[in-house]
């Protein structure tokens, strides 16, 4: 009994390290809040240096790197990752970037991060600079 307790550890031991862990409820605010730390540290940096700093996102990358720092905020596969940036900033193309400016302005934009039918937004205000988290749970049409 004790031999077959132990082989089944030993399997247990050497399978679980395997199965994929996805990513809970928690972990996705984490993220969230995450973005937003590095989004709000960026615009801080920009009314601290009086100059512009940009944030860039690579939704295929599934990364956000930092304009003012060597931080990057890596979002796993399986978290749904979209952002919706402005396609023109100061009359110039934003090119997947979101922009604050010496005044603490910003051209704006928003990451979504959804999994399983809940999700976060990180919203950077276009006016103010200020960026928010808002829970987003999505309502399946089938149901």
Known sequence: MVCVLA???LLAAISLPGLPMATSRPRLEAYA???AALLKA?????LRRRSAVEAVVDAPGRTIRSGSSVHVVRVPDDVAFDALLPQRCNDRPAL???SFFATGMSCGGTIR???????FEVRVNW??????IV???IVRADR
């Open 96 to 98: 997947s970037t979101i």
């Open 7 to 9: 082989i089944v550890a």
């Open 127 to 132: 006016l103010t600079g200020g960026v928010e």
């Open 33 to 35: 809040v995450e973005v």
């Open 42 to 46: 960026d615009r801080n940096a920009a």
């Open 113 to 119: 991060l959804t999994r399983l039918g809940s999700g």
């Open 135 to 137: 829970p987003k749970d």
